[in-house]
């Protein structure tokens, strides 16, 4: 079973730890969303987020069988941050949903190690985010994604979110070949 909530500021190098690992785990595979090490999401960008409370993750319980397939003794299976900060280009997107900058809360860097695809939990902690953005008060959830990332795409769309838009060239520092999909969550 899986329990999310908020990473506690002792578990910031497990954190780091884990999407080190979804990283080397993406590599190549059909769901390579192109995060690099100590470039994004950089250490110093998770330590902040999880010291700043904007961290999610899931957390396998003890007795789960698979927890030893997690990142070590944190059991650590999936994260998110989620904040107020939308990556520049945003303003682009045909939201849905009229709200300042402060009543939008912006998904980033959503992942699952791979041992665990398929089991719900990526939906589960996405879920539980928007549930939290509710609970805050906000209008809407956003997050962006590679348009090839087809099972965030179909994740994302099954939990409430509508694409309102997609933009060629959004990330250039990234690969400017790659088209970027905006997606909204109205709360």
């Known amino acids: 079973m899986l329990t ?12 780091v730890a884990l999407y080190t690992r979804m990283i080397d785990e993406m590599r190549g595979a059909d769901f390579d969303v192109l995060w690099e090490h100590d470039v994004h999401p950089s250490p110093a960008f998770l330590r902040a987020s ?7 993750v899931g957390v396998l319980d003890a007795d789960d069988p698979d927890a030893a397939r997690a990142e070590g003794a944190s059991r ?16 682009r997107g045909a939201w849905q949903v009229d709200a ?7 998904l980033h860097v959503v992942g699952t190690l791979s041992a665990f695809h398929g089991r ?3 939906r589960q902690l996405v879920s539980a985010s928007i549930d939290a953005a509710r609970a805050a008060g906000k209008k809407a959830v956003r997050l962006d994604t590679f348009t090839t990332n087809a099972r965030g795409r179909g994740l994302y769309e099954s939990c409430g979110f509508v694409c309102v838009g997609e933009y060629p060239r959004f990330y250039l520092h990234i690969d400017p070949t790659l088209a970027t999909a905006l997606y909204e969550c109205p709360l």
């Open 100 to 106: 300042a900058p402060d009543e939008v809360a912006v």
């Open 50 to 56: 999880v010291a700043a409370g904007e961290t999610y």
């Open 120 to 122: 719900g939990f990526a």
């Open 4 to 15: 999310v909530r908020k990473a506690r500021n002792d578990e910031a190098e497990q954190v």
């Open 76 to 91: 650590l299976a999936c994260a998110l941050i989620m904040n107020s900060e939308a990556d520049e280009g945003y303003e």
